[in-house]
Nanobody, 123 residues
Protein backbone atom coordinates (compact mmCIF):
# COMPACT_ATOMS: atom_id res chain seq x y z
CA UNK A 1 0.00 0.00 0.00
CA UNK A 2 1.17 3.48 -0.82
CA UNK A 3 2.45 5.60 2.04
CA UNK A 4 2.48 9.38 1.90
CA UNK A 5 4.46 11.44 4.40
CA UNK A 6 4.11 15.20 4.18
CA UNK A 7 6.51 17.56 5.96
CA UNK A 8 7.84 21.10 5.93
CA UNK A 9 4.89 22.98 7.32
CA UNK A 10 5.12 25.59 10.03
CA UNK A 11 4.23 29.08 11.18
CA UNK A 12 5.24 31.94 8.91
CA UNK A 13 4.37 35.60 8.56
CA UNK A 14 2.45 36.87 5.57
CA UNK A 15 4.81 37.35 2.65
CA UNK A 16 7.07 34.55 3.80
CA UNK A 17 7.94 31.23 2.18
CA UNK A 18 7.79 27.54 2.97
CA UNK A 19 8.78 24.41 1.07
CA UNK A 20 6.65 21.34 1.61
CA UNK A 21 7.82 17.82 0.86
CA UNK A 22 5.90 14.62 0.29
CA UNK A 23 7.76 11.34 0.44
CA UNK A 24 6.07 8.44 -1.34
CA UNK A 25 6.69 4.76 -0.75
CA UNK A 26 4.93 1.54 -1.63
CA UNK A 27 4.58 2.21 -5.35
CA UNK A 28 6.73 3.04 -8.36
CA UNK A 29 6.89 6.80 -7.96
CA UNK A 30 7.86 7.58 -11.53
CA UNK A 31 4.68 5.93 -12.87
CA UNK A 32 2.35 8.30 -11.06
CA UNK A 33 1.26 11.87 -11.32
CA UNK A 34 1.20 13.84 -8.08
CA UNK A 35 -1.04 16.42 -6.52
CA UNK A 36 -1.17 18.72 -3.53
CA UNK A 37 -4.41 19.51 -1.72
CA UNK A 38 -5.22 21.57 1.35
CA UNK A 39 -7.95 21.80 3.94
CA UNK A 40 -8.58 24.92 5.97
CA UNK A 41 -10.51 24.81 9.26
CA UNK A 42 -14.22 24.40 8.62
CA UNK A 43 -13.75 24.04 4.88
CA UNK A 44 -13.64 21.20 2.40
CA UNK A 45 -10.37 19.87 1.10
CA UNK A 46 -9.40 21.60 -2.12
CA UNK A 47 -6.99 21.04 -4.97
CA UNK A 48 -3.82 23.17 -5.00
CA UNK A 49 -1.39 21.90 -7.65
CA UNK A 50 -0.49 18.87 -9.75
CA UNK A 51 2.50 17.60 -11.70
CA UNK A 52 2.69 14.89 -14.33
CA UNK A 53 4.89 11.85 -13.81
CA UNK A 54 7.42 13.24 -16.29
CA UNK A 55 7.54 16.59 -14.53
CA UNK A 56 6.82 18.33 -17.81
CA UNK A 57 3.26 19.40 -17.06
CA UNK A 58 1.92 21.28 -14.07
CA UNK A 59 -1.23 23.17 -13.22
CA UNK A 60 -2.51 25.13 -10.25
CA UNK A 61 -5.64 26.45 -8.69
CA UNK A 62 -6.07 30.12 -9.54
CA UNK A 63 -5.48 31.41 -6.01
CA UNK A 64 -1.88 30.15 -5.90
CA UNK A 65 -0.76 30.77 -9.49
CA UNK A 66 2.44 32.78 -9.58
CA UNK A 67 3.16 32.09 -5.89
CA UNK A 68 3.40 28.29 -5.58
CA UNK A 69 5.55 25.90 -7.60
CA UNK A 70 5.19 22.13 -7.66
CA UNK A 71 8.17 19.96 -8.55
CA UNK A 72 9.27 16.37 -8.15
CA UNK A 73 12.40 14.33 -7.75
CA UNK A 74 11.83 10.81 -9.04
CA UNK A 75 15.17 9.61 -7.69
CA UNK A 76 14.05 10.57 -4.18
CA UNK A 77 10.39 9.57 -4.62
CA UNK A 78 9.48 13.03 -3.41
CA UNK A 79 7.23 15.83 -4.59
CA UNK A 80 7.65 19.40 -3.38
CA UNK A 81 5.53 22.49 -3.09
CA UNK A 82 7.45 25.75 -2.92
CA UNK A 83 5.16 28.40 -1.48
CA UNK A 84 6.16 32.04 -1.76
CA UNK A 85 4.40 35.27 -0.80
CA UNK A 86 2.19 33.35 1.59
CA UNK A 87 -1.11 34.85 2.66
CA UNK A 88 -3.26 34.19 5.75
CA UNK A 89 -5.82 32.49 3.50
CA UNK A 90 -3.19 29.85 2.67
CA UNK A 91 -3.47 28.58 6.26
CA UNK A 92 -4.48 24.93 6.06
CA UNK A 93 -3.32 21.36 6.43
CA UNK A 94 -1.59 20.38 3.20
CA UNK A 95 -1.81 16.87 1.77
CA UNK A 96 -0.31 15.12 -1.24
CA UNK A 97 -1.57 12.21 -3.25
CA UNK A 98 -0.67 10.07 -6.24
CA UNK A 99 -2.74 9.44 -9.31
CA UNK A 100 -2.52 7.49 -12.54
CA UNK A 101 -4.75 10.07 -14.18
CA UNK A 102 -3.67 13.47 -15.45
CA UNK A 103 -5.32 15.85 -14.87
CA UNK A 104 -5.61 14.24 -11.47
CA UNK A 105 -8.96 13.21 -10.07
CA UNK A 106 -11.28 15.00 -7.69
CA UNK A 107 -10.46 14.79 -3.99
CA UNK A 108 -13.43 12.49 -3.39
CA UNK A 109 -11.84 9.79 -5.57
CA UNK A 110 -8.95 9.06 -3.23
CA UNK A 111 -9.20 6.27 -0.68
CA UNK A 112 -6.05 7.08 1.25
CA UNK A 113 -4.46 10.23 2.61
CA UNK A 114 -1.34 10.89 4.64
CA UNK A 115 -1.34 12.84 7.89
CA UNK A 116 -0.74 16.17 6.19
CA UNK A 117 1.42 19.06 7.32
CA UNK A 118 0.09 22.22 8.96
CA UNK A 119 0.81 25.59 7.39
CA UNK A 120 -0.13 28.66 9.40
CA UNK A 121 0.31 32.14 7.97
CA UNK A 122 -0.01 35.05 10.36
CA UNK A 123 -1.01 38.52 9.24
Amino acid sequence: QVQLVESGGGLVQAGGSLRLSCAVSGQTFSNYNMGWFRQAPGKEREFVAAISWSGKSTYYTDSVKGRFTISSNNARNTVYLQMNNLKPEDTAVYYCNTDRSFPIRDKYEYDYWGQGTQVTVSS
